[in-house]
């Protein structure tokens, strides 16, 4: 069982803060400090320890692919011999076009286990970079999902104020 950790009221408003627009001005953490009544010095080093806790992973910006060229993109589902399944993940996932790389269930059904986000500038790039990958990795058995339309794509927001 995963052990759940435990996050302060403070730590729970720079998460908040950190959720949102980044300020472009030349001291932008001040800014932000400021926003929640601290120093800065104090907002640095409560994030550098919600990440070395493990409670946050990163701070950075978020790409808008489609605006940069990146038209294309298709979750692609592999079928992966359960013994394999940690080390073809792990090469997989450090693809720089991949942005996503999940394990899941497989059902009666549904014989996909890893599952992984490929983007690309068009669809015939999606299916090198998923042919590479199956050479890389030996896993032939996958299908691809292209996007048809999208109606939302949002981060999920954490402690929302209630």
Known sequence: MTETAEISALDKKIVRLLQGEFPLVAE????????IGISEGELIARIDAMR????IRKVGAVLRHREVGFTSNALCVWDVPDV???ETAR???EHPRVSHCYE???TADWRYNLYTMI???SH???EEIAAALAAET???DRRMLYTKHEWKKTSMKYFAEE
């Open 91 to 93: 090469r997989m996932a």
């Open 104 to 106: 899941r269930n497989r």
């Open 124 to 126: 015939d790039e999606c």
């Open 119 to 121: 983007h690309g500038y």
């Open 138 to 140: 030996g896993i032939g």
């Open 52 to 55: 070395e806790e493990k409670k």
């Open 84 to 86: 394999r399944i940690d």
């Open 28 to 35: 932008p953490y001040k800014a932000l400090a400021d926003e």
